[in-house]
Nanobody, 123 residues
Framework: EVQLVESGGALVQAGGSLRLSCTASGFTFDDYAIGWFRQAPGKEREGVSCVQPRNSPLYYLDSVKGRFTISTDRAKNTVYLQMNSLKPEDSAVYYC????????????????WGQGTQVTVSS
């Protein structure tokens, strides 16, 4: 059974930091690009960051560049999203996503989704 299990979402003040985790199971981790999408109320789901097999290249949404960092621990089949200098507009449900081989910003191309974790940034 394929599973992507996220954790780390919370309520945080603007300027604060959070680290999201996504642990994968049920598929060959090294064959998949793993990334993060987010969806705020009334908005479309958007790709935030992604890492392809062998950790290269990395992708970031323009609005999070310099603030968010994606990393992997392949021994644990886990992907992290370190989020610093958080802003209220970062508030959303964050979803872990897996796609074979290559990252994509299109939700319709994602093979597997996690259940989502809520990030709320207060001003």
């Amino acid at each position: 059974e394929v599973q992507l299990v996220e954790s780390g979402g919370a309520l945080v003040q603007a300027g604060g930091s959070l680290r999201l985790s996504c642990t994968a199971s049920g598929f060959t981790f090294d064959d998949y690009a793993i990334g993060w999408f987010r969806q705020a109320p009334g908005k479309e789901r958007e790709g935030v960051s992604c890492v392809q097999p062998r950790n290269s290249p990395l992708y970031y949404l323009d609005s999070v560049k310099g603030r968010f960092t994606i990393s992997t621990d392949r021994a644990k089949n886990t992907v992290y999203l370190q989020m610093n200098s958080l802003k209220p507009e970062d508030s959303a449900v964050y979803y872990c996503a897996a796609k074979y081989r290559q990252c994509s910003a299109y939700p319709s191309l994602i093979a597997y989704w996690g259940q989502g974790t809520q990030v709320t940034v207060s001003s």
